[in-house]
């Protein structure tokens, strides 16, 4: 059927000129829906943490006489943490990279490595966070202390959700398979993902490093 034969008049304008309308919607590739509409959420996230970040810049140097990012912050373990975050960035790519080839052994192997990398960056999270509320930093302690705990608890449960999905997903896989739909909630969860290492390393510079040279 041509073009010209798909359309039929739908009403004529002032003119007498036929408008025309299609007989049949549009066709999408399938998932385009799916594809659109997160990274529809990722660009909400990206506002969520910049207005986190912004809310850090105003008050992360009110101290109220309690204690600073110097007598905080132990550089070599959030050096440490990072490297999990980053080596699971590293992993999932590799992932990708096997169910490209439809290689789906390899593929949950390098997915639960993952998992293992983003569970041990939350782990030292938490010992972090566990270790200054000992010390008595608290979220209500001051400005500085409110927005951090705030700003890398926010990011922590992205990472904490990004886990879940994880293993939701290698279950997904391990009964159905590397099905087109499949495919597609791993290239999600992947931009998910690497979207949290850029976070990360955001924090890690504007929180850590800056607040040890303040």
Known sequence: ???????????????????????????????????????????????????????????????????????????????????????????????????VKNRTAQMQTWLAITGVFGLCFLGIELYEFAHMIHLGATPQRSGFLSAFFFLVGTHGLHVTFGCIWLVTLMVQVWRKGLIPANKRRLMCLSLFWHFLDVIWIGVFTFVYLFGMLR
């Open 1 to 99: 059927m041509s073009h010209a034969a798909s359309l039929n008049p739908d009403y004529v304008d002032e003119a007498g000129r036929p408008i025309y309308h299609p007989v049949e919607e549009p066709h999408h590739p399938e998932g385009h829906s799916t594809m659109l509409g997160f990274w529809m959420y990722l660009m909400s996230d990206c506002l969520i943490f910049a207005m986190l970040f912004a809310v850090y810049a105003v008050i992360g140097g009110n101290y109220a006489a309690g204690p600073a990012p110097k007598d905080l912050f132990d550089l070599p373990l959030v050096a440490l943490n990072t490297s999990m975050l980053l080596l699971s960035s590293i992993t999932y790519g590799f992932a990708m990279l096997a169910m």
